[in-house]
């Protein structure tokens, strides 16, 4: 069986202080992590997010803002399943 894959990455650069992304942005990286399907805790989505914009340290504006992004987006797909019957 083949491994899921993602949709293909939003252009949100990797590199950038926390303060210069915005929360669409995160959102968007934490959307393409997810859409893999795969189960992942909050710790685990958070330090993929992390990777995937360049974050070596676990600084507490970074842990904020990724997890700030992370509740919203899992709200926002509670929301959908719910609105579509779909859980």
């Known amino acids: ?7 293909p990455r939003p252009p949100v650069s990797a590199g950038r202080k926390i303060n210069e992304y915005t929360q669409d942005e995160l959102r968007a990286v934490v959307r ?12 685990q989505l958070l330090k993929e ?14 842990v904020d803002a ?10 926002s797909l509670r929301e959908l399943r719910e609105a579509t019957g779909m859980w």
Do not use: V, Y
């Open 1 to 7: 069986m083949d491994p899921p894959t993602r949709t």
């Open 66 to 75: 990724i997890s700030r992004a992370i509740a919203l987006e899992q709200k």
């Open 49 to 62: 997010t992390m990777q995937a914009l360049g974050f070596l340290r676990r600084g507490t504006k970074i």
């Open 32 to 43: 393409w992590i997810m859409s893999d399907t795969l189960l992942r805790t909050h710790d």
